[in-house]
Nanobody, 121 residues
Framework: VQLQACGGGLVQAGGSLRLSCAASGGNFGDYLMGWFRQAPGKEREFVAAISWYDNRYSADSVKGRFTISRDNAKNTVYLQMNSLKPEDTAVYYC????????????????WGQGTQVTVSS
């Protein structure tokens, strides 16, 4: 499975961005899709995940601000990010997990290349 993420950029605090991740080369329905992020000097951390059946999970730090969704017909997963804060600045990665587990990096078998999100204060 190949994953291609896009949509990052520079935004002021309080602004919004929508990330997209297009999947190819596999059966999209076989995978739980997730978003992670990694800030400089920090470990990669879970942001949000969504199952084929639209079960959604998110980190406490983004609840109420970020929304994950997927379009199974387009093999694409999205991350709508609102009310962005400077601490959201990171490289954001999409990933695919063949199992129901979603919170750990090791749960995911396939990763996209990452897209930079920078939030200025």
């Amino acid at each position: 499975v190949q994953l291609q993420a896009c949509g990052g950029g520079l935004v002021q605090a309080g602004g919004s961005l929508r990330l997209s991740c297009a999947a190819s080369g596999g059966n999209f329905g076989d995978y739980l899709m997730g978003w992670f992020r990694q800030a400089p000097g920090k470990e990669r951390e879970f942001v949000a995940a969504i199952s084929w059946y639209d079960n959604r999970y998110s980190a406490d730090s983004v609840k109420g601000r970020f929304t994950i969704s997927r379009d199974n017909a387009k093999n694409t997963v999205y991350l709508q990010m609102n009310s962005l804060k400077p601490e959201d600045t990171a490289v954001y990665y999409c990933a695919a997990s063949p199992r129901k587990y979603y919170r750990r990096v090791v749960d995911y078998h396939y990763w996209g290349q990452g897209t930079q999100v920078t939030v200025s204060s």
